[in-house]
């Protein structure tokens, strides 16, 4: 007995044995290898967790197999047989035979038993025309079929006929249900959730050009509200990721960057429901985790050093009309200013050092450190540069000492100073351990310090960044525009730990090196012979096999930790990129230095001006002749609330990119009072069994609205959303409350175009003591 596909609910005109009957046996069979897999796969995962494995590439092997078939059990269990897309009939392969078989696309691939395909991926080049093809170009389609799944069963499906030949032909019509609403459409018209809704069966052919495009270089995807650049993102990552293999193998593989964490929520399902779970998804903000405090006690630098800097004193200078701290520190000079305040802790001693030893009194001068600081290779992180400064003093001690001690005297001391504290700490004073967190904190701590590093600021600016508020109650007091600043500090002084790490890698060579010569000696004593292959233990390359093979044995063993986030990535993409400070875009080509990079973002969405190009302004961070892509339809914003969104952002952009909107709902923006809100709520709460709707206005705004609406309306719903317009951005909504007073300028005529355009249906527009 076949599996049931399609919905009772079906609409009558297309339940017909004709329109289904294929369809319903092909999903059946789906259906039926669907199960035999996911036992197949229990039963194999229940093998391999039950396997004990015994050596360490064993070990990575066997969790690596794990994590696979977990992912495609976790997919199948999800899914099961709508994982099926839809369909799509090539033409004819010859003018004699009337029809050909369908092609059914997937959201991954599927054979059967005999290897013939039962879903076609969707990222093949194969499945190509199902997204791709249009009336002007049906790339080899005579129909396609696109399914909307209700759970289990298909509760609708559409079919477009291409070509007139094809129109013509009976035998084409009698198995195509032709629909006048497209399923794109069809789909936008569906409840909104809250995570991203399926979109993958709804990809439109603009939108599959861009996510197909070439992964190397630059490329701008540039569109306004409601043109699905947050789809063509998402999909982007996840074609790619397929694509190309090389992608997943070289570190990082592809790394999605959205703008705040309600982003990252809602879009959490998309990528595994495309089949892919091995891209990175998170905020800017997450580069830099500042979670816990830094196990390095706090270095504010003393009087003395103060004075060591700039002995004139700081006076507190007239702060108006100045820019934001944000503003301020989104320039991208920061990282130069973060190298120039490093490098005050990498300055030579003044005084000679003395360092004491059985064999003689030896003097380290300035000269003797400004060798060894000089000797660090240029890419060297500071906090990853003890032990090479440590062992080039060693050099020198030792050279010093030539002429007063013998040769064999000369190894002792090597020995003696390579292991002793004496010459480490005398390093660590000079050249200390550093904290990103501090180095960052110090320059608005320290007057002195911020001149030093910083010296394109006025007194003005000095004035503005010391003065700006902390964030209290965190780990250190930093806010979001101090996150770059902190990431570059970061990336300059490398890991703080690996000094230590480094002299316990050591010690564990020794160790091990100790141990296997004590083993090759036994060996040698009891081959009275002297023969076969335990001779060889004598032999010096064999000795260097053992050593080399013990470093990479202890260096496995006792590896540090690494920031996932760190990079570097083969690619990155990152979504809302008009609002990247020139700081902010150093964080990325920080982890991409290859510049593949999906830029995905509209010009009109920018809170600060963005009156330059696209290709100026990447320029200006330094990233040069980027693909240009631009998405022009807006599928989701009806017609009528673009008509009164675009006034808005045209008076302050008047080179805005607007989108066309295809749909019209016949429902105009309406307009109320703020005191009538939790009557507006309770209403479309009543009306609207489904779907998510929200409140949209500033951080102020909204606890007025919702302390006037009150705790039970307010909060009765987890379909209504009270957010600000900066935290709405890459969401949808099926309506949008906006309250519009008090925007002023172009951040606030930016914000009521973001809000007005988050809707799918229906938007109304709040006014205090006034409705229109």
Not at 526 to 532: I, K, L, N, Q, R
Not at 545 to 573: K, M, N, R, W, Y
Request: hydrophobic letters at 40%.
């Amino acid at each position: 007995m076949s599996t049931p596909v399609f919905a009772s609910t079906l609409p009558p005109e297309k339940s017909a044995p004709q329109f289904i009957k294929q369809d319903q046996e092909h999903l059946s069979q789906l259906a039926a290898n669907l199960a035999e897999q996911e036992d197949d796969l229990r039963r194999r995962l229940a093998e391999r967790r039950a396997y004990w494995a015994h050596e360490g590439q064993e070990v990575v092997e066997r969790d690596a197999e794990i994590r696979r078939m977990s992912s495609r059990l976790a997919l199948l269990s999800s899914y099961g047989i709508d994982l099926a897309l839809g369909r799509m009939v090539p033409e004819p392969v010859s003018p004699t035979a009337p029809t050909t078989e369908p092609v059914y696309i997937g959201r991954i691939g599927i054979l059967d038993e005999e290897g013939n395909p039962l879903l076609v991926d969707w990222r093949t080049p194969a499945a190509e025309p199902f997204f791709a093809a249009t009336h002007a170009n049906p790339m080899g389609l005579v129909s396609r079929r696109r399914y909307r799944w209700t759970g289990d069963l298909i509760s609708d499906f559409w079919d477009e006929v291409f070509s007139p030949e094809a129109l013509s032909h009976e035998a084409t019509l009698a198995a195509s249900a032709l629909d006048d609403q497209s399923s794109f459409i069809a789909s936008l018209d569906a409840a909104r959730t809250d995570t991203m809704r399926d979109v993958l069966a709804t990809i439109a052919a603009d939108q599959d050009a861009v996510i197909r495009a070439d992964a190397r270089g630059p490329l701008v995807v540039s569109g306004g509200p409601g043109t699905g650049k947050t789809v063509v993102a998402l999909h982007r990552a996840a074609y790619l990721m397929y694509k190309e293999p090389r992608l997943r193998e070289r570190s990082g593989g592809v790394l999605f960057v959205g703008p705040h964490h309600p982003y990252t929520t809602y879009i959490s399902s998309v990528l595994p429901s495309l089949g892919e779970e091995e891209v990175q998804v998170t905020t800017l903000n997450d580069l830099v985790p500042l979670d816990t405090p830094t196990s390095i006690e706090r270095m504010i630098i003393d009087p003395s050093d103060a004075q060591r800097i700039d002995n004139h004193p700081f006076d507190e200078e007239n702060v108006a009309d100045q820019p934001t701290p944000g503003q301020l520190k989104g320039d991208a000079r920061w990282t130069a200013a973060i190298d120039s305040a490093i490098a005050f802790y990498e300055t030579p001693p003044a005084s000679p050092t003395s360092i004491d030893t059985p064999w003689a009194d030896l003097t380290l001068t300035p000269t003797d450190w400004a060798e060894a600081f000089a000797s660090l290779p240029v890419s060297t992180a500071h906090n990853e540069a003890l032990g090479l400064i440590a062992q080039t003093l060693v050099d020198i001690l030792v050279d010093q000492a030539s002429d007063l001690i013998s040769d064999d005297s000369q190894d002792s001391l090597r020995s003696f100073l390579s292991r002793s504290p004496l010459v480490r700490r005398e390093v660590s004073r000079v050249w200390p351990i550093l904290s990103a967190e501090d180095i960052v904190a110090d320059l608005w701590d320290v007057p002195a310090f911020l001149r030093l590093a910083a010296p394109w600021l006025t007194p003005e600016e000095r004035a503005v960044l010391r003065a700006a508020p902390r964030p209290e109650g965190t780990a250190f007091p930093f806010t979001a525009a101090d996150l770059p600043l902190v990431d570059a500090a970061r990336f300059r002084l490398g890991d703080p730990e690996a000094d230590v790490r480094a002299r316990l890698k050591l010690a564990a060579i020794d160790q091990e090196l100790e141990y296997r010569q004590q083993v090759a000696d036994e060996l040698i004593a009891a081959d009275f012979d002297h023969e076969g292959l335990v001779q060889q233990l004598r032999q010096d390359d064999l000795k260097e096999a053992l050593a080399a093979e013990a470093q990479v044995t202890s260096a496995a063993a006792q590896h540090g930790s690494h920031d996932p986030l760190a990079g570097p990535f083969a690619h990155i993409i990152v979504d809302e990129a008009q609002e990247l400070s020139d700081a902010q875009w150093q964080m990325l080509l920080r982890r991409c230095p290859s510049h593949n990079l999906t830029i995905v973002g509209d010009r009109a969405q920018a809170r600060s001006s963005f009156h330059e190009s696209w290709e100026e302004r990447l320029a200006h961070v330094g990233i040069n002749s980027p693909r240009m892509a631009t998405l022009t339809v807006n599928y989701r914003t009806p017609a009528e609330i673009m008509e009164a969104a675009a006034p808005v952002i045209l008076a302050v952009l008047p080179d805005a990119d607007v989108p066309t909107s295809i749909r019209h709902t016949g429902v105009p923006v309406a307009y109320a009072e703020t005191s009538q809100l939790s009557t507006l709520l309770a209403k479309w709460l009543d009306e609207h069994q489904e779907g998510t709707a929200a409140v949209i206005a500033s951080p102020a705004q909204l606890a007025t609205l919702a302390a006037e609406v009150g705790p039970d309306e307010a909060t009765r719903s987890s379909r209504i959303k009270w957010l600000t317009a900066t935290l709405a951005k890459g969401l949808e909504f099926d309506a949008v409350f906006l309250c519009g007073d008090d925007a002023p300028g172009i951040a606030g005529a930016v914000d009521i175009y973001v809000a007005m355009t988050r809707t799918t249906q229906h938007l109304t527009v709040l006014r205090s003591g006034q409705s229109n």
